[in-house]
């Protein structure tokens, strides 16, 4: 299999605080088959880093993706984490996976 380059930061390097998972637990936090996480990452849509020859893929970056794709945004929120969204009461719109609702 050919090694896949990773993705600049925009700071050259990610982050050490920053969130990464695995692409198994990012496939079960967002209700989708690991491939659609591998597919996304050999296209560039998705920001990773690899440890020890394995995808640590960036939560930040997996928001943005699941964001922009329909029907990944769909399988999160029936799946995945946006199942619970509504119990933990999220009030950013960057990682709530629904608008806010508005008010008349």
Same mark, same amino acid.
């Given at each position: 299999m050919p090694k896949l380059p990773t993705l600049p930061h925009p700071k050259n390097e990610p982050d050490s605080t920053s969130v990464r998972v695995s692409v198994s637990e990012a496939a079960r936090l967002f209700g989708v088959n690991a491939r659609t996480i *591998?597919? @996304?990452i050999a296209s560039g849509e998705?920001?990773?880093i690899v440890v020890r020859g394995r995808y640590q893929v960036l939560f930040e970056s997996l928001v943005a993706w699941s964001q *922009?794709? @329909?029907?990944v945004r769909n399988k999160r929120d029936a799946n995945g984490?946006?199942?619970?969204?509504?119990?933990?009461?999220?009030?950013?719109p960057k990682f709530s996976p629904r608008p806010p609702e508005r008010k008349t």
């Amino acid at each position: 299999m050919p090694k896949l380059p990773t993705l600049p930061h925009p700071k050259n390097e990610p982050d050490s605080t920053s969130v990464r998972v695995s692409v198994s637990e990012a496939a079960r936090l967002f209700g989708v088959n690991a491939r659609t996480i *591998r597919r @996304a990452i050999a296209s560039g849509e998705i920001r990773y880093i690899v440890v020890r020859g394995r995808y640590q893929v960036l939560f930040e970056s997996l928001v943005a993706w699941s964001q *922009r794709q @329909a029907t990944v945004r769909n399988k999160r929120d029936a799946n995945g984490i946006g199942q619970w969204v509504e119990q933990w009461k999220i009030k950013n719109p960057k990682f709530s996976p629904r608008p806010p609702e508005r008010k008349t």
